[in-house]
């Protein structure tokens, strides 16, 4: 990556790195490291930046609404550090442009991948907080946050639950049929129940976001039977 690249970078997100290959190592995929003889690549650092945006995000909706309870701060969280939220935040900075992919693995399509650029501002996130210290990443994070002024929560296996309960009495039951993908990009397929009957189908990321997609498809489903 040249020099003005980063220097670019470092503008768009508003900090500039006292070390530089803190930055380099949150942008390297572990694909680029594998193929170029690269000692570090960004998964550790995606780790820690999932608990920093972890604990600024708790700070941020503990004290924008303090009248919701402990569940409907939970939900908030979790929608807001979801893949699909995080990549839409990386998105908005461009940041697929700057990751360094393997040879094999680097296609436009792959740039705007939503595993890929979830982990790279999770790297991001984490690298800022390595170099800059925890105040230098919360500034970093609640610049996204603050710009998202309603928040809706799309539960939508708690929807489901409660439809389900009220007009069958039964909970549904999710089950993951298939894993697909290579390891830096796993998805999952997750199928929901209602008394044996299959209602919709999800995929991604994760189980849990599988299984959201499914409830969110079960939901379309039984509207449009309705």
């Known amino acids: 990556m040249k020099n003005r690249e980063i220097e670019k970078l470092q503008k768009v ?66 929608q807001i550090v979801s893949a699909q939220n995080l990549s839409s935040w990386a998105k908005l900075i461009n940041l697929g442009d700057f990751i360094f992919l393997g040879k094999s693995e680097d296609s436009k399509e792959a740039r705007n991948r939503e595993g890929l650029l979830c982990d790279a501002f999770e790297a991001v996130s984490g690298a800022i907080y390595i170099d800059g210290g925890f105040e230098n990443a919360k500034k970093f994070v609640l610049k996204f946050l603050d710009g998202q002024k309603e928040i809706e929560i799309t539960d939508y296996k708690s929807r489901l639950q409660e439809s389900s309960q009220s007009d069958c009495k039964e909970l549904p039951k999710y089950k993951i049929i298939r894993e697909f993908g290579p390891d830096h990009d796993k998805k999952f397929e997750a199928a929901v129940y209602i008394k044996d009957r299959l209602l919709g189908k999800g995929v991604g990321h994760s189980k849990k976001e599988a299984q959201q997609e499914a409830a969110k498809k079960a939901l379309e489903n039984i509207k449009r039977q309705s």
């Open 13 to 78: 997100i508003e900090y500039t790195f006292n070390n530089l290959e803190v930055l380099i190592t949150a942008l390297t995929h572990k694909s680029h490291a594998a193929g170029s003889g690269f000692k570090n690549y960004n998964e550790r650092m995606e780790f820690l930046g999932d608990s920093i945006l972890s604990a600024v995000v708790a700070d941020a909706l503990y004290k924008r609404y303090p009248e919701e309870t402990e569940g409907k701060l939970s939900q908030l969280k979790s």
